[in-house]
């Protein structure tokens, strides 16, 4: 981003303030070599890390398109609990007008002015409604909403809370939530205009100022599998208001200039575009506001959770309780060593790292169904889970850190799958199987016959969300339709033929796994032979995946640098897609041509200049052709384990670990966008020292730990334990390793070999020893390398 030269002394000395206090509350730690305790990661932690984007163009490939901002992380400073049902945050972005990066996002650090705040009412981004704005004198009918600026300075977020002083109009506010609840304070001037105002979004709805501190609505639009709060809401008034009305916007009736407005004093319900209400009071300096909303699917649901158990109205108390719930969920994780910007990342990466699954139900609360009828529920439940995006780290990191959760999160995925008659999914991959199959090898109980059957039945069934499974069981490979001009920039209306037939096959092997390990062995059978699937869109003469038309030829021409997003790919080029085999890294080694091809080819990924002509919003984050702000290629640095050079794993994951987190001017940057954990989850199990490739086998390949001791606290209560000796940022190859004592040469290791508590030790130096982890022996299975 650039600055102009009058702001960069003042955003210079905010930066400095914030590395100051990092600094003092590490400074022990660093001196005594002690673990973090919970209450000092808490204070490191912040949760403003991902709202800003990278600002290094050679980071940056050729985005953003003209006209849009980059693209930040998109997560969100806001105060919320883990894997919380709803959340209060900040909105600086009038997305009702547009959105800025051509996603629904509500913040973005860059942005000076506040347009108000939301109390949950979704769970991804600016659909969140209503929004609730101070405004001291005037103030005007959304979507021209009344902003305040705000100093950067004056911005405050820890887990649990958020605060800011709007300065134009002398108010502070304050966020912070329950498990249903958000609460949101204002602490405002002496005035005899401090105003509340309160609308839905865009799309409007009903609201309804039902007595003295009470109002009421609900939004016309929203999305069941998504919004797991719900539309309706009620929002409660700390202190009894005496003026008030209610108003909402045309914006279609273009008869007088850009739409109509209808606003009355007094007046309790409304119903229209952007419908909303205002209060009015008269204080004096420090007088306090606070406004508690909560969500439903009902009205009744939404008052129900208002003065649910753990729904109190005290502010300061609920801030407590929410940074006790962070504290717990903390304290399953120590680093000692690292600087202290590498600590306030860990933290804030783990903090986000538990933006999802959303929850939607604690055991013995009532909740809908998805056909609206009311139930009690007999486990905690949760949201959908965004399988393309977190399973394939986000989930590994769950299975570790929350095993409970994550055998709730399955019967939740399992009891939608009954309600619908399908596993959940998400874009074109069918990646629910990755957490079942995940989850088996890792100890974690469940009834894997019962969620077989719809498994199955979305890899079967050409009616189920696998959208070109006839085309794939018939042929082997999808097709694609060759759009006019063979385009580049990027095209979003294809059928990504080539990532969607490697995602299958992927999908495919760890079906087959499940299949066996139920005695179905036809099935297994099957679906393991679809799983070599992948080699079916491998062309030889390019030593690329590239995509096929119906006739079987190859599409011509084809560019393995464009990112062409939907035609071919999926939201990559062909470079990073030829990464996309997890399941047999040894089966693309042989297509490669071998070890040597293999680690040339993965030499060239890293190293070939990023020349795209089309612009890929969200491809960013370039290390050569290695995009890390988007999923297909996350894991390529850690393939190495499989072709004998770990060596070049520990060099690229640190890198990657200090130039594409945090390096822009603010120190909040991240590559791409967070996708709900996603990015997030990979810099947390990244900076501890290993990955899961695949997260449907119970593997974690070894990189590079960037602190000198991590204690980890599994979820059967046992201590993982890793001690990098003489770490550093030069010393950062592996020479040697134990596990518990004795002499470990596999770069990787299984999660039997840590579930009942272990220690690895990583001797460090600053030169590869080429020698460790390169037996052929000693790498990872693979589906076809005989193992």
Request: charged content about 20%; overall charge negative.
């Amino acid at each position: 981003m650039k600055l102009s030269k009058a702001c960069l002394p003042h955003r210079a000395a905010a930066l400095a303030l914030s590395m100051l206090a990092v600094t003092s509350a590490t400074t022990v730690l660093a001196k005594d070599k002690k673990p973090a305790t919970a209450t000092a990661a808490l204070d490191i932690a912040n949760p403003l890390v991902g709202t800003a984007p990278l600002d290094d163009q050679a980071l940056l490939g050729n985005a953003p398109p003209p006209g849009e901002a980059t693209y930040t992380g998109m997560t969100t400073p806001g105060a919320s609990l883990p894997q919380s049902a709803t959340e209060a945050a900040p909105v600086n972005i009038n997305a009702d007008l547009g959105f800025a990066t051509g996603v629904p996002v509500a913040y973005d650090y860059r942005r000076p002015a506040m347009f108000g705040f939301s109390g949950g009412g979704s769970t991804y981004g600016a659909r969140g409604a209503p929004i609730v704005m101070p405004v001291v004198g005037d103030w005007t009918v959304p979507p021209d909403y009344m902003s305040s600026y705000y100093d950067k300075a004056t911005e405050k977020a820890s887990p649990g809370y958020y605060a800011v002083d709007l300065a134009t109009f002398h108010t502070k506010a304050e966020l912070t939530a329950t498990q249903w609840t958000s609460l949101i304070r204002f602490t405002f001037p002496a005035s005899h205009r401090s105003n509340v105002v309160l609308n839905l979004r865009r799309a409007g709805g009903e609201v309804e100022v039902v007595d003295n501190h009470t109002i009421r609505g609900v939004a016309s639009t929203g999305r069941r599998d998504r919004d797991t709060d719900g539309p309706y809401f009620v929002a409660e008034f700390s202190r009894p208001f005496t003026t008030f009305g209610t108003f909402h916007s045309e914006v279609t009736n273009k008869g007088e200039g850009l739409g109509h407005e209808d606003v009355q004093a007094g007046r309790r319900k409304v119903s229209g575009d952007y419908a909303g209400a205002y209060v009015t009071y008269d204080t004096k300096a420090g007088d306090q506001v606070v406004v508690r909303i909560a969500h439903g699917h009902s009205a009744e649901e939404a008052d129900q959770r208002l003065h649910a158990q753990d729904s109190d109205a005290d502010f300061d108390r609920v801030h407590a309780k929410a940074r006790a719930k962070w504290a717990e969920l903390f304290d399953r994780v120590e680093v000692t060593g690292g600087t202290p910007k590498q600590r306030m990342l860990f933290y804030s990466t783990l903090y986000h790292s538990f933006a999802s699954p959303r929850m939607i139900a604690r055991k013995g609360e009532h909740y809908t169904d998805a056909e609206g009828h009311d139930k009690v529920a007999d486990y905690d439940h949760y949201g959908p889970v965004p399988f393309w995006d977190t399973g394939r780290n986000q989930i590994a990191l769950l299975m570790l850190l929350q095993p409970k959760v994550v055998q709730d999160i399955m019967r939740s995925e399992l009891d939608r799958a009954r309600e619908r008659g399908y596993m959940n999914t998400s874009f074109h991959g069918d990646h629910a199987v990755f957490l079942y199959d995940g989850a088996w090898q890792r100890g974690i109980d469940f009834d894997y016959a019962a969620v077989y059957e719809y498994l199955r039945k979305n890899a079967t069934d050409p009616k189920g969300p696998r959208g070109y499974l006839a085309e794939y069981d018939k042929q082997g490979w999808i097709s694609d339709i060759v759009p006019d001009g063979n385009p580049s920039p990027p095209y979003a209306g294809g059928k990504a033929g080539v990532a969607t037939t490697l995602e299958y096959a992927w999908d495919d092997h760890a079906l087959a796994d499940v299949a066996r390990r139920l005695g179905k062995n036809d099935d297994a059978e099957m679906f393991l032979r679809r799983a070599a699937n992948y080699r079916n869109v491998f062309d030889p003469s390019v030593g690329f995946f590239r995509g096929r038309t119906a006739d079987g030829k190859w599409i011509s021409p084809f560019d393995p640098g464009e990112p062409y997003y939907n035609f071919m790919m999926k939201e990559g080029s062909g470079w990073s897609t030829l990464w996309l085999v997890p399941h047999d890294v040894h089966g693309l080694m042989t297509l490669l041509g071998g070890r040597d091809a293999f680690n040339a080819k993965l030499d060239a990924f890293f190293s070939t200049p990023y020349t795209a002509k089309g612009i890929c919003r969200d491809c960013t984050g370039l290390i050569g052709q290695y995009v890390q702000g988007n999923q297909p290629d996350q894991q390529a640095a850690y393939l190495y384990a499989w072709s004998g050079q770990p060596w070049k794993t520990q060099a690229l994951t640190r890198r990657i670990l200090a130039e594409l987190y945090g390096s822009d001017a603010t120190g909040y940057g991240y590559p791409g966008m967070d996708d709900q954990g996603s990015t997030s989850s990979w810099y947390v199990l990244s900076a501890m020292g290993f990955y899961p490739v695949d997260p449907s086998t119970p593997d974690y390949i070894i990189g590079s730990p960037i602190f000198d001791r991590v204690r980890l606290r599994l979820g059967n209560g046992k201590v993982f334990e890793i001690d990098a000796r003489n770490n550093s940022e030069r010393n950062k190859y592996i020479q040697s390793a134990t596990l518990d004592g004795k002499p470990w040469t596999k770069p990787w290791f299984s999660h039997a070999d840590i579930a009942n508590g272990a220690t690895l030790v990583l001797t460090m130096g600053p030169e590869p020893n080429k020698h460790w982890g390169s037996d052929p022996h000693d790498a990872p299975s693979s589906m076809s390398d005989g193992k």
